[in-house]
């Protein structure tokens, strides 16, 4: 289920050695596969290209200058690993987990009904498994996969493009990372006593949106801005519906609200496709610094970013919260600062400084607006 924000955590973790976080959306997909008596085979207008993509990618990763702690977060800047659960490890990208983490948090916190007593704690660390480690891998795995052309191009060495890791085992992978987060799905609504299978359903529903959005003939990663608001929905609205579902009644105003909120994530998922011009160019993917060069792509990413939020504000205070609206403010400022001091300056050469140095404060204003709308 799902980054907002492509990477809260993660792009405090990415400071140390990457470059660049790529980011998918954090929910599952299925996939059509035919099975036979020799393998499990993934029907998709791109498999053909397998082979010739293993082809082009480089004979070895950058081991000498790759980093092992990079490797098992799943971020660039990796070592070369032969380990096949290492391997398993990375295509899942555990620096991406925790915004979905986060976004449970949110959720639970807004819900008005989380209590610290075990069984709550309980109850949030299996929705928190469902979104991370099952949901989120899943996608991530099966984003690499349709991925697999074009980081041949801007990551030769990822686990794919290089051959580290097989077709089926890419495949079998996808299918218990599904599996295994459906199913937890299905258990926390028993779990939670519910009549209708919500945090089931909203699963699904995130399946659905996964797929059309790394897989042909839809592939929303296409277009920049339809693409990065699903990204950006995927990783602030769907946890959050997730873990409020859970322990209270996920009402239409909320869910208009994180959907605004969500705008921010486009912005947000905007900064991660600096880097990566060359392949999307190649590939045919608008990503919007491609269709708008870069200077005006990142002013809309600011734009995008400051502007919801200070309509969220704006929302707060009319609800009657200024208390929340003033909070939410003040964590509006030092992102500013930071989108001058260093993203607007230069998106490609500051891009993980800034995110790492902004986005706290932007979660920080999700769980502010939480609280929020929990009282």
Sequence with gaps: MASVLNNVSSVCLSNLNSNRIRTRPPVLTPISVSFTRRRLTIRAAE??????????????????????????????????????????????????????????????????????NLEDVAKSIACMMMSGPFLTGYTQTLNDWYDREIDAINEPYRPIPSGAISESEVITQIWLLLLGGLGLAGLLDIWAGHDFPTVFYLAVGGSLLSYIYSAPPLKLKQNGWVGNFALGASYISLPWWAGQALFGTLTPDIIVLTLLYSIAGLGIAIVNDFKSVEGDRALGLQSLPVAFGAETAKWICVGAIDITQISIAGYLLGVGKPYYALALLALILPQVVFQFQYFLKDPVKYDVKYQASAQPFLVLGLLVTALATSH
């Design 47 to 116: 498999t053909d290209a397998n082979e010739a993509v293993k082809s082009q990618a480089p004979d070895k990763a950058p081991a000498a200058s790759g980093s092992n702690f990079n490797q098992l977060l799943g971020i660039k800047g990796a070592a070369q690993e032969t380990n096949k659960w290492k391997i398993r490890l990375q295509l899942t990208k555990p620096v991406t987990w925790p915004p979905l983490v986060w976004g449970v948090v949110c959720g639970a916190a807004a819900s008005g009904n989380f209590h610290w």
